[in-house]
């Protein structure tokens, strides 16, 4: 079956522009992360999402970071206001539930200029 | 202490010896703990996983798992050039990866 897909996979943006990044998560799956990956760093977690539960923000870095999905579809991650050193590969991960083996996306890499 | 604590390295194993990589986490209540393998540029991708006590065999990966000492390790058997990547351990009741031990096989 198909796998975690992201959109777009390079975005290259100015800064103080907004952007968006797509997550489809593997059909089924309840629990969808993002995380975020610098240049030669380990993952950071972001936010969380399982089922209809309130998401878990609390790796989100600032208020310019903001993440929705709908139900247990896609998801999109907003970076208002961008800023260079929010340059980095965005991964979007999904799971059966919590707990359980994550996949990941193919990530997006955002440079903002 | 930080949560879940890996080796940077590079490890470098010679080919077609072992290659063990260990991990240990700082939470007693975890059930849950993954490998993933990351190349350069890629995405990290699942190898293992283990919820038990012991040992866990998949081809040439074994996970091993002591919840008593609070450590899991990864061991690959025959390594090969192609397992030269970046191994990240995961334990997942918070959503916790390492930062990752890079390993480096030398033909």
């Known amino acids: 079956g198909a796998g975690v897909s992201q959109s777009p996979s390079n975005k290259v943006t100015e800064k103080g522009k907004d952007v968006e990044l797509r997550c489809d998560p593997i059909s089924g799956h309840t629990a969808l992360y993002w995380y975020r990956q610098r240049l030669g760093q380990g993952l950071e977690f972001l936010i969380y999402?399982?089922?209809?539960?309130?998401?878990?923000k609390s790796g989100l870095p600032s208020d310019r970071f903001s993440a929705e999905r709908t139900g247990e579809s896609v998801s999109t991650l907003t970076i208002q206001r961008t800023q260079q050193e929010d340059s980095a590969v965005y991964l979007c991960?999904?799971?059966?539930?919590?707990?359980?083996?994550?996949?990941f996306g193919p990530g997006t890499r955002l440079t903002v200029t | 202490q930080k949560e879940v604590e890996q080796n940077s390295g590079p490890l470098s194993v010679p080919e077609g010896a072992i290659a063990s990589l260990n991990c240990t986490y700082s939470d007693r209540g975890s059930q849950s703990f993954f490998w993933y393998r990351q190349y350069s540029g890629k995405s990290p991708e699942l190898i293992m996983f283990i919820y038990s006590n012991g040992d866990k065999e998949d081809g040439r990966f074994t996970a091993q798992l002591n919840k008593a000492s609070q450590y899991v390790s990864l061991l690959i058997r025959d390594s090969q050039p192609s397992d030269s990547a970046t191994y990240l351990c995961a334990v997942s009741n918070k959503i916790i990866f390492g930062k990752g031990t890079r390993l480096h096989i030398l033909p």
């Open positions: 999402f399982q089922g209809n539960s309130a998401p878990d």
């Open positions: 991960a999904s799971a059966q539930s919590r707990g359980y083996e994550q996949y």
